[in-house]
């Protein structure tokens, strides 16, 4: 009976070594930023402003741009100035920052404050590589700082 004991523990000893040899090497897990992600490349290296990206969005992509317009016009009015604000914040920054600003959003889900208020709040700008494709090929040719482009007629 002690001989079967030592065995069973023998085994138990060599199991629980394998197993942490096993998740030892495999490291500590870590989130990171891709080219494309959080925020596509393209609107880290844009050189138009925020106005003439969604000039651009606007033609491009209608349907898109439609939806994030209704989606802002149902938010609060503060929370509507804070993602108005974030989003020039964010557009004034040089590409170095910006890559960091997707890094810190990639890798910490408190980071960006205004999206506790509004989970879509740049969706325009950062969830879809094909609009943000077309409008930036494109969004050097409309003009700089038309802000009317955020007084878009909302359908109810």
Known sequence: MIGMASRVLRTALATAAAAGALFGAAGTAQADSTDDYPIPHRIIVTQCDVEQYMLAARDTSPV????????????????????????????SLDPVARRQYSEDTATNVYYENVATHWGNWAKLFFNNKGVVAHATDVCMNYPKGDMSVWDWPVRR
């Open 64 to 91: 898109y741009f439609e939806r994030y317009m209704i989606d802002r016009s149902n938010r609060p009015a503060d929370v509507q100035q804070q993602a108005f604000d974030r989003i020039h914040w964010f557009f």
